[in-house]
């Protein structure tokens, strides 16, 4: 049997020997069933508005996103999660990219209409030790600029995986995960792209030395022939460095460095080698948060260029989503925020950053953006303002987002 069918049988029949019948909960707080075993229920649900303007089309999505499942945790370590998750589109002037929906007159808004097992897992954890994790699962790894769940998007990206960690050897921390799958966040009728299958292997080592955390990784991306990612096959290694400098009380030095290098990998036909560099510096006191930052997603300048395919991409390089896919010339981001955070409704978080794009390679201006943000609480609902506009110099189009989220968990 091949190693990742092994990974499908095991997760079927996880579902199929384990799925316990639906138990009556009143907060969501775990509930004990036996002795050493309880069972936690999982519920959210996200109300999602997202305005797009643009020079020749516009889109207006009002989409509905609620996910539904069950853990059963045992005192030993183990605990098996199956979770569902449903889309409705309430308001559906938008684009949401899948087949057959391509030609609407609309910007892109990626929320499509869906219904799909988002997670089930095995997991055995033991604290201080480590975990394994077995199945569809969520992996979110550092900051997911390389590897992330999209959890912006109404439907999740999740992964058919196994993963583990050790952290019985302190200071060092090991991880390692084996993927078969990567399930995007297009939904169950976006044919091929609902899915990219291959062989994905993350990697990572990472030590506390003092008040700073240095950490090297690799991500090994083999994706199957015949899908539209195919030739994208990648290798990527590199060093990423954190600190968190005490300055005087209250008041603190943040700081953060990136270097990898990407070349081409399996049956990517290319033959290259670009560079990822990132760093930024932030300080914070009493409540007001202020960074500044640099990315450049290297070129070769024959089109050849560093790609981040599994990330949480709208983390990064602008809100309004211009640069999901890094241009053949590059990009380089220069950028400033600004936050502050009041002590108002359960705590209020203001945020603001602005960004001045370029390439890499061949000096291309590829314009600058202005972001802003509003999040805050009103008793058990999460609300959600956020707004980008993005200013095209000779690159893409200028465009404008507004969003409106409302959520509900427990």
């Known amino acids: 049997m091949k190693k990742r069918n092994i990974i499908r049988y095991l997760t079927l029949s996880s579902a199929v020997l384990f799925t316990p019948s639906v138990v009556q909960a009143k907060t969501g707080d775990p509930v004990t069933i036996a002795e050493g075993l309880t069972l936690d229920p999982i519920f959210d649900a996200r109300l999602a508005y997202e305005h797009v303007d643009q020079p020749l089309t516009n889109a207006d999505a009002l989409t509905l996103r609620t996910r539904a499942g069950i853990e059963l945790a045992s005192d030993i370590g183990f605990s098996f999660l199956v979770e569902s998750e449903a889309t409705l589109g309430i308001s559906n002037d938008f684009n949401d990219t899948n087949v057959g929906n391509g030609i609407e007159p609309f910007s892109v808004v990626a929320d499509p209409e869906n219904i799909e097992l988002n997670r089930i897992q095995l997991k055995f954890a033991k604290k201080d030790k480590g975990s394994l994790t077995v199945g569809r699962q969520r992996i979110n790894i550092d900051d997911q600029r390389f590897v992330g769940s999209v959890g912006w998007r109404q439907n999740e990206q999740t992964f058919d995986a196994v993963s583990a960690s050790v952290t019985a050897l302190k200071p060092l921390t090991l991880e390692a995960t084996y993927a078969i799958s990567q399930r995007t966040i297009f939904g169950a009728d976006a044919g091929t792209r609902e899915a990219f299958d291959g062989d994905f292997i993350f990697l990572g080592a990472g030590m506390d030395v003092g008040p700073a955390n240095l950490k090297g990784f690799a991500y090994l991306l083999d994706f199957d022939a015949g899908q539209p990612v195919s030739l994208s096959s990648s290798a990527t290694y590199g060093l990423r460095a954190t600190a968190k400098l005490p300055v005087a009380e209250g008041f603190s030095l943040d700081l953060a460095g990136s270097y990898a290098v990407q ?96 390439s890499d390679s061949g000096n291309i201006d590829y314009g600058t953006e202005f972001d802003a943000a509003l999040n805050f609480k009103i008793n058990v609902i999460s609300v959600g303002l956020k707004y980008a506009n993005y200013n095209a110099e000779s690159f893409a189009v200028d465009t404008e987002k507004f969003w409106l989220r409302l959520g509900y968990s427990f």
Do not use: M
Request: charged share 15%.
């Open 263 to 358: 070349k081409d990998y399996k049956a990517n036909p290319g033959n290259y080698s670009v560079d990822y560099i990132a760093g930024s510096i932030g300080t914070s006191f009493s409540g007001f948060g202020l960074v500044l930052g640099y990315e450049s997603l290297g070129s070769d300048g024959a089109g050849n260029r560093f790609q981040t395919p599994l990330a949480t991409l709208h983390k990064f390089n602008g809100w309004a989503d211009v640069f999901l896919s890094t241009p053949p010339a590059g990009l380089e981001d220069k950028y400033v925020s600004v936050s502050k955070k009041v002590n108002l409704l359960g705590g209020v978080t203001a945020s603001a950053a602005y960004h001045d794009f370029s």
